[in-house]
């Protein structure tokens, strides 16, 4: 069976536009309360790059970014996490 051929997007726009607020939360890794950026996912640019601790929200669900972990949003709009 042949491979699909899925969409992917190109960057455009910026990650500040998909900033929600920062609050405080709770990360034992952290040591405590962390301020914490929110992200909206549907504005976040495919190519960017942010650091936790981050909180990324949408309808459906909600990615952590610990401290100490960075998150890249993929062609395919993916986030994948590394420490």
Request: avoid cysteine; charge should be negative; hydrophobic fraction near 35%.
């Amino acid at each position: 069976m042949p491979k699909p051929a899925l969409p992917t997007e190109e960057p455009h726009g910026h990650l500040e536009d998909a900033v929600k607020e920062i609050r405080s939360v709770y990360f034992e890794e952290g040591g405590g309360y962390v301020e914490t950026t929110v992200y909206d996912r549907s504005k976040i640019p495919v190519g960017s790059v942010f650091h936790g601790p981050a909180i990324v929200e949408q309808l459906d669900s909600t990615v952590v970014v610990p401290p100490g972990f960075t998150a890249e949003v993929d062609a395919y709009k993916n986030i994948l996490l590394t420490y």
